[in-house]
């Protein structure tokens, strides 16, 4: 079994700064890409930030410029570092992983975390 999970989230103000961790356990062989996804209240899940294992990023064009996601491949963690922040950002942040298992048998797996709130308000 594979778990995720978040750490980070909280209340900051606009213009601020957050860093997001998320830490993978478990049976995992290797980890493929990790990536970054929010809810706000009322709408649909949407992309945030991805990071593939040869370190290839992706951003949705709402962060560009504001957030960086990155890696450690050692602790099987990625990190999203969100740097002027702004009400609209706020949403629950939730991290995915796609990685690959061998046990009980050689499979693919996406999974997620179940998340962390980031609310910027004054």
């Known amino acids: 079994q594979v778990q995720l999970v978040e750490s980070g989230g909280g209340l900051v103000q606009p213009g601020g700064s957050l860093r997001l961790s998320c830490a993978a356990s478990?049976?995992?062989?290797?980890?493929?890409?990790m990536g970054w996804y929010r809810q706000a209240p009322g709408k649909e899940r949407e992309f945030v930030a991805a990071?593939?294992?040869?370190?290839?990023?992706n951003y949705a064009d709402s962060v560009k410029g504001r957030f960086t996601i990155s890696r450690d491949n050692a602790k099987n963690t990625v990190y999203l570092q969100m740097n002027s922040l702004k009400p609209e950002d706020t949403a629950v942040y939730y991290c995915?992983?796609?990685?690959?298992?061998?046990?009980?048998?050689?499979?693919?797996?996406?999974?997620w975390g179940q998340g962390t709130l980031v609310t910027v308000s004054s």
């Open positions: 995915n992983a796609r990685v690959v298992v061998v046990k009980p048998n050689y499979r693919h797996l996406e999974v």
């Open positions: 478990g049976s995992i062989f290797t980890i493929n890409a």
């Open positions: 990071i593939t294992s040869g370190d290839g990023t």
